[in-house]
């Protein structure tokens, strides 16, 4: 088993504890703005993608510890305006974020791969969350969709 690059394990952390917390905050408005036919629906969707974002954040802080780093959030995604009620324009910001967050899981994955069983089996676990998630807001669409081909594949 190689060595894990500790450094650029924390940055992808990072990255995702960066791309989880900005969840939180868009399905949080996302779920108070939406409007339409299935709005309660979409709504309960919209907050449990919000609790769940800020859970995977501070999973993901927990991490950066115990790899003895620091959880560092630089930046914030940028947000739709809170003028934003539509529920399918929602809904594809909330498939290009839940591609997003799949994209860093991915990232972790390859980087631990044969060299931390463990950061190995958190990716895994979260990238089958992602994938999941992915699904849901093309089943939430009324229009048709395609799984983003980027989004979720599995590393050569
Ligand atoms: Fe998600």
């Not at 108070?32 to 995977?56: F, I, M, N, P, S």
């Not at 999941?132 to 807001?137: A, K, S």
Request: glycine content about 8%; some cysteine; hydrophobic content about 40%.
């Amino acid at each position: 088993m190689g060595t894990l690059d500790r450094d650029k394990a924390i940055a992808i952390l990072n990255r995702i504890v960066e791309c989880e917390l900005a969840g939180v905050i868009r399905y949080t408005q996302f779920s108070l703005t939406v409007e339409g036919e299935d709005r309660a629906e979409v709504a309960t969707w919209l907050r449990a993608q919000a609790d769940e974002g800020l859970k995977h954040a501070q999973r993901a802080g927990r991490l950066i510890a115990l790899l003895g780093g620091q959880a560092a959030t630089a930046s914030w995604a940028p947000l739709l305006g809170g003028d934003v009620h539509d529920i399918d324009t929602i809904l594809r910001a909330s498939l290009r974020h839940e591609t997003e967050a799949c994209h860093a899981d991915q990232q972790l994955l390859e980087l631990s791969r044969g060299r931390s069983v463990f950061i190995e089996d958190y990716a895994r676990d979260l990238i089958v969350t992602e994938t999941m998630h992915i699904n849901q807001v093309g089943r939430l669409m009324r229009q048709p969709w395609e799984m983003p081909s980027e989004a979720c594949r599995s590393p050569a």
